[in-house]
């Protein structure tokens, strides 16, 4: 497995790297991946339909929820139309990077949440 994370600290949060498959069986948060690029990504699928917006909602709710994060602090800042997302998460990225990451490890790279 790849040292890289999915994660990635900024000023104001973290930036977490996304695929996501939509219009899946279930809502569950499936592993990592890597990518192309030697990155990791955080794989997630949703039930919800790629139109208008729904897919991201539901993206955001999963993790929320997941992450026992408030859904104010979680933003796609790129990829809005896209299975490979960037979220944005609110918050101290020092106090945010070692409890999320965790919780990734808990998923490992075929488990689900």
């Known amino acids: 497995m790849a040292a890289s994370s999915p994660f990635e600290a900024v000023a ?6 996304l695929r996501v498959t939509p219009k899946a069986s279930r809502n569950a948060v499936t592993g990592t991946a890597e990518t192309a690029g030697g990155g990791r990504v955080l794989k997630l699928a949703v039930t919800a339909v790629p139109e208008n917006g729904k897919a991201n909602e539901a993206v955001i709710k999963l993790l929320s929820k997941a992450w026992k994060l408030p859904k104010t602090s979680l933003t796609v800042v ?17 106090a945010l990077l070692p409890r999320l990451s965790a919780l990734i490890d808990d998923v490992g790279t075929e488990g689900g949440v």
Request: glycine share 14%.
């Open 12 to 17: 104001d949060g973290l930036r977490v790297a």
């Open 78 to 94: 790129a990829g809005a139309t896209d299975r490979n997302k960037i979220l944005h998460v609110a918050g101290d990225p020092a």
